[in-house]
């Protein structure tokens, strides 16, 4: 859970925008979107592979560039 005290002289357009970049650095925003629909274990574990196989291709091309 994010908390943001609001400092004094703050005004609310600039804690909102902390309050938006805590969340965004913990992940909330992310949990919401990945809980916002259920997905089936096989389908999690497809879509895992294939992200899995999209960070080695994207290793493989960095390496070849260097």
Do not use: H, W
Request: hydrophobic letters at 30%.
């Amino acid at each position: 859970m994010v908390f943001i005290k609001i400092r004094e002289g703050e005004s609310i357009e600039e804690a909102l925008r902390r309050f938006k970049r805590d969340c965004e650095r913990n992940g909330i925003l992310k949990e919401i979107r990945r809980r916002e629909y259920f997905l089936s274990p096989s389908i999690r574990r497809k879509l895992q592979q294939q992200e899995t196989l999209r960070k080695i291709r994207r290793l493989k091309r960095r390496r070849s560039s260097k």
